[in-house]
């Protein structure tokens, strides 16, 4: 639970700056932080409550599919015939950045369930003095 704040807050910077655009192999040093925040988010849903698991675990599928057609989507265009200009590749961009926002939404709204059901399950976070 401890990490998972740091990570998000680098992926959003990240995500707002580019900063990734600026290093080569950039995935090499991009993988090891999408990882260590996927386990974060788990961990931390896993502590939290099986509703936020179940949101999260889908919030992860579709941004790892959002990932996977950034990273294949043009090849896959190439291969069905279609050019990096067209109607497919247009809805190619809709259907990965849809894809994106959704996860990060359910993400964002798994921990809030999350937070809630354990907040009303009773169980006291605050440690006995």
Do not use: N
Not at 8 to 15: A, E, K, Y
Not at 30 to 40: E, F, R
Not at 42 to 64: D, E, G, K, M
Request: proline residues 5%.
């Amino acid at each position: 639970m401890v990490a998972l704040p740091p990570l998000l807050s680098f992926l959003t910077i990240d995500r707002i700056l580019r900063l990734h655009d600026h290093i080569p192999s950039w995935l090499l040093f991009y993988l090891p932080v999408l990882a260590g925040t996927s386990v974060a988010i788990v961990a931390t849903a896993r502590r939290l409550s099986p509703r936020c698991l179940q949101l999260t675990a889908i919030a992860l599928v579709l941004l790892v599919g959002s990932f996977l057609i950034h990273e294949y989507g043009e090849w896959l265009l190439f291969h069905l015939g279609g050019s990096t200009t067209g109607w497919m590749y247009e809805a190619k961009a809709v259907v990965k950045h849809g894809l994106e926002v959704a996860g990060w939404f359910l993400i964002a709204l798994g921990l809030a369930v999350g937070l809630r059901e354990h907040d009303h399950s009773g169980v006291s976070t605050k440690p006995d003095l």
